[in-house]
């Protein structure tokens, strides 16, 4: 099985059984699954979710719920830039209603270098995860493959993306997976 083989694998399970949600289809996403916000409320009650103040996070629609109460928090969010890749923006004491779309957030975000930013969590949309903690993503940008961070990376999954170990080389590590249904720790307590 080939990385694109495994990625249409998924796309097409969880738009054949109609779990996927907006955007639709999922083909070429970070799907945004039924039962995503459930997970995102397993992952918000994480130490690491809970004891963050700056959270670097992609703009896939799975990880809103997740934006939108870092924000509430009262947590800083560092966001991808969504037209200039490779740059990124700091929002902070910004209410979450405020930013209808994540396209906007050029107009509430300060530009920032990523490099010396302290980030306590990296939130990450995925396609496929394992159980021992590999990811792949949707095979085009954030997270980019040089994407460097010393901080843990969490994402959400449907159980039908989970595999018991991926069948293809991982393209990076997690350090949470947070299902509907519960919080994955690879190598670590579950």
Same mark, same amino acid.
């Given at each position: 099985?080939?990385? %694109? *083989? ?10 054949? #059984? ?17 039962? +995503? ?20 996070? %992609?703009? /896939?629609? =799975?990880?809103?719920?997740? !934006? *939108? @109460?870092?924000?509430?928090? %009262? ?17 902070? /004491? ?6 209808? !779309? =994540?396209?906007? +957030?050029?107009?509430? &975000?300060?530009?920032?270098?990523? &490099? ?14 394992? *159980?021992? &903690?590999?990811?792949? &993503?949707?095979? #085009?940008? $954030? ?9 843990? $990376? ?16 991982? @393209?990076?590590? =997690? ?11 690879? %190598?670590?307590? !579950?």
């Amino acid at each position: 099985m080939t990385l %694109g *083989e495994l990625r249409e694998e998924v796309w097409n399970t969880l738009a054949r #059984y109609g779990l996927a949600l907006h955007p639709t289809p999922p083909h070429g996403h970070h799907p945004n699954f039924l039962g +995503a916000k459930k997970a995102a409320e397993r992952l918000l009650k994480a130490p690491e979710f809970q004891g963050a103040r700056r959270i670097l996070a %992609g703009m /896939d629609a =799975v990880l809103k719920p997740l !934006r *939108e @109460e870092a924000l509430r928090q %009262g947590k800083e969010l560092l966001l991808p830039h969504p037209d200039r890749p490779g740059e990124f923006l700091l929002l902070k /004491d910004l209410d979450p209603r405020r930013l209808k !779309r =994540v396209r906007e +957030a050029y107009r509430y &975000g300060v530009p920032v270098a990523l &490099g010396g930013q302290a980030i306590d969590l990296v939130l990450i949309g995925a396609v496929a995860v394992d *159980e021992e &903690g590999g990811w792949v &993503g949707k095979g #085009y940008g $954030f997270p980019q493959a040089w994407l460097q961070v010393e901080a843990p $990376f969490a994402t959400l999954a449907h159980p039908v993306m989970v595999y018991p170990r991926l069948p293809v080389p991982s @393209e990076r590590r =997690v350090d949470l997976i947070a299902t509907p249904q519960r919080l994955i720790r690879p %190598g670590g307590p !579950r």
